[in-house]
Structure formats: structure tokens, C-alpha cells
């Protein structure tokens, strides 16, 4: 029986790999729908890859492109945030939710009320919203399936294992493009420098959250929910060749490990095959070659962004969603040239701060007032790094802007 996947956030660094997968194996799945923000070309030529059967972009601006790029097809086309929501709504056997930040976050609760099984890639799902979430998911009843490697390795090193043996779990995280440099050198980090990550080809966000070592503070509250257990049980390890994902620590002291290539479609696989497995056809992990996997400590001086999701993380989630939120808004202005790199933890722990002054660090009731507690602490944000914004002459100049759009 061939498995109905719709894929919301198909363009990406995420979405594009799980095409890789699909492609792989026609007879197995066939795909509903494909999503994006605003690129209508890159969405044409996914629904065309994937044969989807319908496409639907965000942006209404880019409508018209989408329909012209697939004139001729049977892919049906719509635009605008209700066409995602109801797309996302829509039923099917599982849904790849693979939309970057807390925009990802009601699409992906629209597919869990639909009863559809989720592959987990938006971790804001829950850093923005954790209990909240994971109380729909429990209402529903919907299979829920981590895609970030780390979990994805939890995952499978807790299958028959009782959580009540399970002493520790540790993620492992590559360190960062910056691992070794000082403090002083990191205030003068550019986009490009922070973008290039050693070991994973990821998008811009998640680039710059590994850089700052943030990315292992999500992952910390996303093992949270994910495994339902406290802060004190979790724990981080710098291991920079990525080819150990995770550790679960037994209560009798043994160690389980998983290694892999650090390869994104590992994990979207095991998702979409899920509970099977399916025969791999990439190179297998050549074992005698590893003949240098280290494992340190994270500098949580260096990289205090870290230290900030922990102490976010026993204040609960209040405080885990607006952490998320200053977050995401600094990375969009430190990836737009705005700010410094080391703003970016300072612009988060202010936003906390003035955040708990105005007391809004209580426990949103549901995935709605966590999304309203996350625009709340935006604005907050936004007022946090007017000070900080970069003159306009170390601004990019408008060539530099032709020559990058995004910048
Ligand atoms: P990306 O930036 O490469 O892609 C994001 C996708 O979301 C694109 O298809 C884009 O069109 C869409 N999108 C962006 N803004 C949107 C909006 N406002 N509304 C609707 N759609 C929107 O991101 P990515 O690296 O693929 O990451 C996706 C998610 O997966 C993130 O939450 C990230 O943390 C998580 N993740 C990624 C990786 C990785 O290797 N890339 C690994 C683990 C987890
Ligand atoms: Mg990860």
C-alpha cells in the first residue's frame, strides 16, 4: 500500500531532502501536497518532481508564477495562510512538517487535528509551544516522529527500553563552524563565516543557531517534550565529526549509542518508513574508518546561548517560548547584516529579562497563547535591538544587496 505524504515546507534544506527520499521510491508513497513560502519556481519544480497533487505557497504575490509554472500539469495551485492551514488540514497518512520556525507551528497543529501521523522537523513546534503541543498530540492520539537527527537517534535507542531505565539522555552536537575560537573573535563573525558549517548542509536559520550552539539549546527542550523528561535528566557533548547522534544512559550504567552518516535523509527516511525499514541505499557508515571521534565538554561562556535555553528550561515553558521567539527575530536581523553576531544571545537574554519584569514567564494554557506569547515577546524584541542596530555604513550597500537578495 503506497503511504500519502504532504509535505509542508517542501523548498527547503529539509523539504528537498525528503523529495531525494520520495524520488528513491515511487511505488512506496505518493505525495498530496507540497508547500512553501514564496518561492513559486522551486515549488513548481518540486510538485512536478514528486507528482503531487497540489501546491500551495504563502505568499499571494507569487501566485501567479506558481500557475504559469505549472500550467499545463494537474497540480492544483492555491495561495495565502489559510490555503497552507487548510492544506494542512487536510487528511493523509503523514504529514513532514519542515517549515522553518514558529510559522511552522499551526500548520503542523492543523495536520495533528486532521489525525494525521507527523515527521517532526519544526522544532519550534515545540520550543514555541512544548506542553501545549504535545497535549494536542496526546488528544488526537497522532503518531509523532522526530526528523532532527539527535531525536531521531533517541528515538530509536529507546524502542524497548522502559523511559523508567533510562538514567540520561545526552545529544551530541558538532560545535559549531566557530568551536575553537575566542571570545574576542567571535563579536566580529560575519553571515558568510557563521553560514558554513562544518559537518550538515542546512538552511539559514538552523546555520546560525548551530553556530551559537542555540540549536542544542532547542534541541534540549524539544528532547523535553518529545521523551517527557526533566531538565536534569538531559545533558550536551561536543562531538565535531557528527557521526554519534545521540547517547541513552541505562540506570545500570550502560551506554547505547547511534552512528550514522550525518545525512538528513537517514532520519526522513526512518520517519516516512516507519515502523519498517527500509534497505539502504546510500553508503553504510564505514566503521573501520572512524578511527577519531572525540567528545568534549560545550563552553557555555563561549557560547552562553546554551546556558540561556538551560535556565529557560526550569523556568518552564513561558520562558522556553519567548527564549524561541527573541531568538528567531535576532537570527533574521543578525542574517540580514543588523546586528553583531554576539547580539544575538545578549538580545535573548534582555528579552527574557524585561519579559519577566512585565510578568508574561507563566505557562501558555494552549498552542494558540503560546503562538500569542510569541508574538508578545517579538515586540519586546524588536525594542531590544533598535539600540543595537549597525550604522548605515556597516550596513550592506545596496550592490551587495543585488549580489545576495537575502542579505
Ligand atoms: P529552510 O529555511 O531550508 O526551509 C524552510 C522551508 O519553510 C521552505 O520550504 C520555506 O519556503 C518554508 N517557509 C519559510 N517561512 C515560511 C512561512 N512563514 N510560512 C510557510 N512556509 C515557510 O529550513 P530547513 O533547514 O529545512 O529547516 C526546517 C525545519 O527543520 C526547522 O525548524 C529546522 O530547525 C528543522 N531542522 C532542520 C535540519 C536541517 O538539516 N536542515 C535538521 C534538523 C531540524
Ligand atoms: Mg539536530
Same mark, same amino acid.
Given at each position: ?6 509535505? @509542508? ?13 520520495? #524520488?528513491?521510491?515511487? #511505488? ?23 507528482? *503531487? =497533487? %497540489? ?19 494537474? %497540480? ?5 495562510? #489559510? *490555503?497552507? *492551514? ?29 489525525? $494525521?501521523?507527523? *515527521?517532526?522537523? $519544526? ?9 501545549? +503541543? ?8 497522532? $503518531? ?13 535507542? @529507546? ?51 548551530? =553556530? ?49 552518516? /550525518? ?77 553583531? +553576531?554576539?547580539?544575538?544571545? /545578549? ?8 519579559? #519577566? ?51
Amino acid at each position: 500500500m503506497t503511504k500519502r505524504i504532504s509535505i @509542508l515546507g517542501a523548498t527547503g534544506s529539509i523539504g528537498q531532502s525528503a523529495v531525494s527520499v520520495l #524520488e528513491a521510491d515511487r #511505488e512506496r508513497f505518493s505525495v498530496h501536497a507540497v508547500t512553501a513560502d514564496s518561492n513559486a519556481l522551486k515549488l513548481a519544480e518540486t510538485a512536478i518532481r514528486v507528482n *503531487a =497533487a %497540489v501546491a500551495v505557497i504563502r505568499d499571494p504575490v507569487a501566485l501567479p508564477l506558481l500557475k504559469q509554472a505549472l500550467a499545463g500539469t494537474p %497540480v492544483k495551485v492555491a495561495a495565502g495562510d #489559510e *490555503a497552507l *492551514a487548510d492544506i494542512a488540514g487536510e487528511q493523509v497518512d503523514l504529514t513532514l512538517s519542515a517549515i522553518v520556525g514558529a510559522a511552522g507551528v499551526a500548520p503542523t497543529a492543523a495536520a495533528v487535528r486532521a489525525g $494525521n501521523s507527523i *515527521a517532526l522537523a $519544526n522544532k519550534e513546534c515545540l520550543t514555541c509551544a512544548g506542553s501545549s +503541543f504535545m497535549k494536542l498530540v496526546a488528544r488526537y492520539g497522532v $503518531n509523532l516522529l522526530p526528523v532532527d537527527s539527535e531525536h531521531n537517534a533517541v528515538f530509536q535507542l @529507546l524502542q524497548g527500553h522502559d523511559m523508567a531505565d533510562v538514567a540520561r539522555i545526552t545529544l551530541t552536537a558538532s560545535g559549531g563552524p566557530f568551536l575553537g575560537w575566542s571570545k574576542a573573535r567571535l563579536s566580529d563573525v560575519t553571515r558568510a563565516q557563521a553560514l558554513a558549517h562544518p559537518v550538515w548542509s542546512m538552511g539559514d536559520k538552523i546555520s546560525i543557531d548551530s =553556530a551559537t550552539l542555540m540549536n542544542k539549546g532547542l534541541e534540549l527542550i524539544e528532547a523535553r517534550y518529545l521523551f517527557g523528561l526533566e531538565p536534569r535528566h538531559l545533558d550536551v557533548v561536543i562531538h565535531p565529526q557528527s557521526v554519534v547522534h545521540a547517547f541513552v544512559t541505562l540506570r545500570d550504567g550502560a551506554v547505547h549509542a547511534e552512528l550514522g552518516a /550525518a545525512d538528513m535523509r537517514r532520519p526522513i527516511a526512518h520517519c516516512f518508513y516507519w515502523p519498517e525499514r527500509r534497505t539502504e541505499p546510500f553508503e553504510a557508515l564505514p566503521l573501520a574508518s572512524l578511527t577519531d571521534l572525540t567528545f568534549q565538554k560545550p563552553d557555555l561562556d563561549r557560547f552562553p546561548a546554551l546556558q540561556l535555553a538551560k535556565d529557560a528550561m526550569e523556568k518552564g515553558q513561558g520562558a522556553e517560548t519567548v527564549l524561541n521567539a527573541a531568538n528567531e527575530l535576532a537570527v533574521a536581523y543578525f542574517l540580514e547584516n543588523r546586528i553583531a +553576531f554576539t547580539d544575538i544571545p /545578549a538580545i535573548v537574554r534582555q528579552t527574557l529579562a524585561e519579559s #519577566e519584569r512585565y510578568g508574561l514567564l507563566h505557562e501558555p494554557g494552549s498552542v494558540e497563547a503560546a503562538l500569542e506569547l510569541d508574538r508578545e515577546a517579538r515586540v519586546i524584541a524588536a525594542r531590544m535591538l533598535l539600540p543595537r542596530q549597525k550604522s548605515a555604513s556597516q550596513k550592506p550597500t545596496a550592490q551587495e544587496r543585488r549580489s545576495n537578495p537575502t542579505v
